[in-house]
């Protein structure tokens, strides 16, 4: 069961705030996240393979993964959900190599990406795909950073206040999906709701 | 009786009646009008959660047995309603704009094609609505379109004079854990029942759960894939009309939702809201099945020209 207790943590993470997280904490960022997906992975590897420097010092940084709806007159950013953390799996390690300390997406990682998580002391976070408009509101600020052509996948440096987010993977190797759906299928199987 | 001059003259006259029936029963459909009801469609069905959603999360709220789960539940519904009252898109994946036509065989469209109308429509919805462009050009070179064109369109010729269009965003996410197997008749509905339960369970956290699935059963490779996404646009927990479809589709809900992934598969008993199967008749040699995975969210809206 996860503990219900609400941690507060402020971006760029340190070694000592990601070390102190367990697996199905709630916890409220506030700070600098930076919006990356699919292509704009592509892209930071491409330039750490001819030896440029990113857009961005990646050192104790958070990426979400989302590529927000077109920004409304009046709002700070469009509908920004998080999308499928998965296809990041392939670019993630390195990233964390070089010292991103935190993700927030959806869904499972890899073995290979939980073992850096491990490995580089970081960290992987939810927040509730499909609640966009609501988690939107907790943006105070947002500018597009760097590769504006890719539209909605450009990164975006967004500043956030209580965002709120769960850990699903910890420094100790956890897997908060692994874990709550094993309690709940070995409860559902054996109790007749 | 007549003198021959007459018969003549009412046989034309027959005919000329039957062609001006024949004439006045084609209606004309204007291009821009279908342009306008497809942008409509398409920010009405990202901003606003279909009813039948909503009554399937405040019913499953009350079932739900974990405190994680239940709070996911309710911050879909006050999201739906954030969506709702403001005018945005309830989730960022405003998907792509899969449009089903029926057309009516006494139609014509005037003024422009069908389905530039179409993609026109899509095109000023999405750029009207604040809604995000989410089509690559060529799937390797992997260039942003611009404004969420080209629609995937689906159009059946039906009997009578006017245009139904259903727009049916459709997020990656989901899709993305679809899946279709040609399976081997003698493997029968248990087959059927463990592909579509292994599908599932594959797909975990992934499709954004609590998820809607649409399966569809024969027909052939590419018909068996659009029978279950014509499954999804079914009213939530509506049931087959056929008897033994119908028990399947209460089985494989109770099934999916023992399986303890819960909503956003963080655990939980609401795994699914709802599974749609819809049937066609197949090859003595096949036995198809596709499974078509959609977010809680379901959205599709429809409009009648």
Do not use: W
């Not at chain 1, 760097?146 to 897997?175: Q, W």
């Not at chain 2, 379109?145 to 989901?174: F, M, Q």
């Not at chain 2, 199967?277 to 198809?288: K, N, R």
């Amino acid at each position: 069961m996860p503990q219900i207790r609400l941690i507060r943590l402020s971006t760029p993470l340190t070694d000592e705030n990601v070390e102190n997280l367990r697996i199905g904490q709630r916890v409220l960022l506030s700070g600098v996240l930076y919006t990356a997906r699919d292509a704009a992975h592509k892209k930071l590897i491409e330039l750490l393979d001819r030896g440029e420097p990113l857009p961005f010092d990646i050192k104790g940084q958070t990426i979400y993964y989302a590529g927000p709806s077109p920004t409304k007159p009046g709002q700070v950013i469009g509908s920004a959900g998080p999308t499928t953390a998965g296809r990041m799996d392939i670019y993630t390690p390195r990233l964390l190599s070089l010292g991103l300390k935190g993700m927030i997406g959806k869904g499972k990682r890899s073995p290979e990406v939980i073992k850096a998580i491990k490995q580089f002391k970081s960290v992987y976070f939810t927040t509730v795909g499909g609640a966009a408009a609501y988690i939107s509101q907790k943006s105070v600020k947002c500018r597009v950073l760097a590769f504006p052509e890719l539209g909605p996948e450009a990164i975006h440096e967004l500043y956030v206040e209580n965002f709120p987010v769960i850990v699903v993977n910890d420094t100790l190797g956890g897997d908060l999906y692994d874990e709550e759906i094993r309690t709940y299928s070995t409860l559902l199987k054996s109790q007749s709701y | 009786m007549f003198p021959i001059h007459i018969y003549v003259g009412m046989y034309f006259a027959s005919i000329y009646m039957r062609c001006m029936q024949e004439v006045s029963s084609i209606k004309t459909i204007d291009a821009g009008e279908i342009t306008e009801a497809v942008a409509r469609l398409c920010m009405e069905a990202n901003f606003y959660l279909g009813q039948d959603v909503t009554d399937a999360f405040k019913k499953t709220l009350g079932d739900e047995i974990s405190p994680t789960g239940k709070e996911i539940l309710k911050q879909l519904i006050l999201n739906a309603g954030i969506a709702a009252e403001n005018k945005v898109p309830m989730c960022q994946d405003t998907g792509v704009a899969v449009t089903f036509l029926e057309l009516g065989q006494d139609v014509q469209i005037v003024g422009g094609g069908l389905y530039d109308a179409v993609n026109e429509g899509v095109r000023k919805g999405y750029t009207e609505g604040y809604l995000r462009k989410s089509l690559v050009e060529h799937p390797l070179l992997r260039k942003n379109t611009g404004d969420n064109t080209p629609a995937v369109i689906h159009t059946k010729i039906v009997p009578g004079d006017s245009l139904k269009i259903t727009v049916a965003p459709k997020g990656g996410g989901s899709e993305n854990m679809s899946a279709i197997k040609m399976l081997k008749p003698s493997e029968g509905v248990e087959g059927i029942k463990k592909f579509v339960m292994e599908t599932v369970k594959a797909a975990g956290p992934n499709p954004c759960p609590p998820i809607v699935v649409g399966v569809g059963i024969g027909g052939t490779f590419e018909k068996c894939a659009l029978l279950a996404k014509e499954a999804l646009l079914r009213k939530l927990g509506s049931l087959s009309p056929v008897p033994d479809i119908a028990e399947l589709e209460k089985e494989l809900l109770s099934g999916i939702n023992r399986l303890g992934i819960g909503p956003q598969g963080l655990g939980g008993k609401t795994t699914a809201l709802a599974v749609h199967v819809e049937i066609y008749p197949c090859h003595i040699a096949s036995l198809p099945v596709a499974v078509n995975l959609n977010c809680h969210a379901a959205r599709h809206k429809e409009a009648v020209i």
